[in-house]
């Protein structure tokens, strides 16, 4: 065998051959690590995305419903309101059932994040029920085949007809024999109301219903991410104005860092919005017709974008001012709707 036969790798070959591979396996790792971020980001923006349709739906589904009170609205048909010691905040009337409180300060009523919105309705509460029973008097027990919406003594409730509209504070709920003829009575004694007499006779059509006070805001979690990031989620408080203390408001969407609203007025009674204003300029909250809604969602995972590179979140705005950014992933939602009872 020759020499040249028996020769192996040089110093100079292994020199270049480590080489390569160093720079083969950089390559890997950079690829491998590119990958992982940008499954990173589209986890993010899929949590946006999720988050920020639900928090949508949530607050569409109830800003639509304000002054909701069955087939007749306030315009047409005024409630009649027999019920005592109402709540301060109580006010179901055209200017009442809708009001916002615009970029609130700290320590406010809600607990709310500060410079964020609130927006609070009145309405009857679905599911409403038909009379079945008691309809021959104007000042007995009425009575309903169920009680769905959970309705309890003290609480405020509506009946009407779609002529005839009463509101009066319940005394005493029954619950009930358990069988499937069973009733479900609802005293309005003159003890809670004055007078005990509702405005009319009620038929058998006539439905019965809570009311409900619901306020939308947001609110510091006190939970944190990874990197100690506050994490804000939208929240609503849900109250009938009966007697007693305000139920703990309820956590319903995370990562819902700020919310705006503004509200289309009708400012020439055309039934036209005329313009949008935030709730402190709104000079007529019984001509506002139109919700426009903007969330500022943001991701629950930190390190997700940067400050250079390919996943950088730049010119972000909300509320007219730039988003800063805390390598948290951000999305801003808009929507608008239409109050249902007073479209044209």
Known sequence: MTRAAQAGFGIVELMIAMTLGLFLSAAVIQ????????????????????SGRIAVSFLTRDLRMA????????????????????????????????????????????????????????????????????VDQDNANIQISANPAGIGAND????????????????????????????????HASNNNTPNRLSKIYGTDAEVMGFQSLAYFIRDTNRTTAAGNPIHSLWVQARSLGSGAAPAATELVEGVENMQISYGEDTNDDR??????????????????????????HSLDDNIVGSSGEFVQNNLEFNGAAVASDQRLRQVYRTAVAIRNRLP
Do not use: H
């Open 156 to 187: 405020l409730v509506f009946v009407t007809d779609c002529i005839t509209a009463d509101l009066f504070r319940a005394t005493n709920v029954s619950n009930g024999n358990g069988n499937n003829n069973s009733r479900v009575t609802i005293a």
């Open 272 to 297: 036209n919005i005329d313009v949008y204003r935030s709730a402190a300029d709104v000079s007529n909250w019984a001509a506002v017709l139109s919700i426009r809604i903007e969330l500022l969602m």
């Open 31 to 50: 690829v491998t690590l590119a990958s992982q971020r940008s499954q990173r980001v589209l986890e993010a923006a899929g949590q946006l995305q999720e």
């Open 67 to 134: 002054g909701y009170m069955g087939c007749p609205n306030l315009e047409r048909i005024p409630v009649n309101i027999i019920a005592k010691n109402l709540a301060s905040d109580f006010n179901f009337s055209a200017a009442g059932v809708l009001v916002g409180q615009d970029n609130v300060s700290a320590g406010n009523d809600y607990d709310a994040v500060e410079n964020t919105d609130v927006v609070i309705i009145q309405r009857a509460a679905s599911p409403a029920v038909n009379l079945v029973g008691n």
